[in-house]
């Protein structure tokens, strides 16, 4: 049997399981049958789906597919026979036919070692609070083995029975959240059982772990765009406070739903005018002379300017000037650097790797609602471990 499936079938399978499994969690949990660890529904099981294979296989993605549709067929016919009685022989026969028809796919490839934590996720979000004190937390714990860059070149990695991984690449992205928080909590072994990274269960509390995380993906995002150029997988607007005209105060994740543009002002240069399009979100640097304006929103906390320095990669002393646009999701799409004169398709650093749809294309000489443009065309998705957060 052999199914084309298409990028939006691919998307609904991997929906459908993901949605699956959480319920799989949801109602072992409220039957008692699995405990609560760290504050949310623990996963019993030694294995989850390996949705990351379905993304990478799509001959494994298609055996799935059909051999759900066979089970599926094979569940019909069975509920079918409890009330024909006069077909029950055909339909047992057409239920059987269609299980032994069925192209199971190999286990090796549809199931994937899980921990107890694998679908936990970070209850405070990616603020940029959150990311300055994992910054801080990691100098403290982690720096020594992974070095200051993440690149697993520490003063103490030689001695380590095993070379820490560089966490630059895409390791932060492709694992579970939480079978990442399970690492640093309970560290890890090697084949032989020796220990390859001890664990911080004692140092570290569950907070920091998170907050340790998404230090990392913010400095791996500034270390993928200050060598590639491009942000290969997706990166959200950090959270924190907001404070918007008519002095109403928000959080940067509040204005979700709208493109925002975040800019870093400069001392003297023209305030940025307002736009219709999207809303102007000005970030103020500690230290510096920033424009004198009044924005449609402006941030001004600390932390705020420290974690676009991480995601950027550069030092927080030359972010004035830059500009980074944001989609109505909250994804990091693109980034305007200090003195550019205007927006085009290139400055989207963060694609989703679709082809523009016919008809996209926006009028010659407007780049930025070209730009607007490829962002609402090509909406990226954060997949961990095959499925989408």
């Known amino acids: 049997m052999d199914l084309t499936l298409s990028p939006a079938a691919l998307n609904s399978l991997l929906a459908g399981l993901q949605e699956a499994q959480l319920a799989l969690r949801a109602a072992l949990h409220a039957l008692g049958l699995t405990p609560d ?40 016919a069975l509920a079918v026979s ?26 090796n490839l549809l199931l994937t070692p899980a921990m107890p934590t694998s679908f936990h996720a970070s209850r405070g979000g990616f603020t940029a609070e959150g990311i300055v004190r994992g910054q801080n937390i990691y100098e403290q714990h982690c720096l020594r083995c992974h070095g200051a860059d993440g690149r697993g070149e520490g003063p103490d990695a030689p001695g380590l ?33 020796r220990p390859t990274m001890p664990d911080f269960e004692r140092q570290l509390s569950e907070r920091q772990v998170w907050e340790v995380l998404d230090f990392l993906q913010a400095q791996a995002a500034g270390q993928m765009l ?20 008519r002095g109403n ?9 709208q493109r925002v543009r975040l800019a870093v002002p400069v001392a003297g ?33 600390p932390a ?43 400055d989207l650093v963060c694609r989703s790797g679709a082809r523009p749809e016919p008809g996209s294309a926006a009028p010659a000489g407007d780049g930025l609602d070209g730009l607007i443009r490829r962002m609402d065309a090509e909406p990226v998705r954060l997949l961990r471990g095959g499925f989408a957060h």
């Open 161 to 193: 029975a095993m070379w820490p991984p560089t966490l630059n690449g895409s390791l932060l992205w492709k694992r579970m959240e939480g079978e990442l928080f399970w690492r640093v909590r309970h560290g890890l072994q090697g084949r032989d059982g």
């Open 304 to 346: 705020a300017a420290a974690s676009l320095s991480l995601i950027l990669g550069v030092p927080a002393g030359q972010l004035p000037g830059y500009q980074v646009m944001v989609d109505r999701q909250g994804w990091l799409r693109a980034v305007g650097k200090p003195g550019q004169a205007g927006w085009s398709e290139d």
């Open 249 to 257: 105060r928000a959080t940067a994740r509040s204005l979700a739903g």
């Open 37 to 76: 660890l760290h504050g949310q529904p623990a996963w019993p099981f030694a294995s989850r789906i390996a949705g990351e294979m379905l993304v990478m296989d799509a001959g494994h993605a298609r055996r799935v597919v059909a051999s759900a549709a066979c089970l599926g067929l094979a569940v019909l």
């Open 226 to 245: 200050k060598e590639s150029g491009v942000w290969a997988y997706p990166v959200r607007l950090p959270d924190g406070p907001v404070r918007c005209l």
């Open 82 to 107: 409890m009330f024909w009685r006069r077909a029950r022989l055909g339909l047992w026969g057409l239920a059987l036919a269609a299980l032994l028809l069925a192209p199971w796919p190999s286990s």
């Open 269 to 301: 240069a023209p305030a940025l005018a307002d736009d219709p399009r999207l809303v102007t979100l000005q970030l103020l640097v500690p230290g510096t002379l920033n424009a004198a304006a009044d924005p449609e929103c402006e941030m001004a906390e």
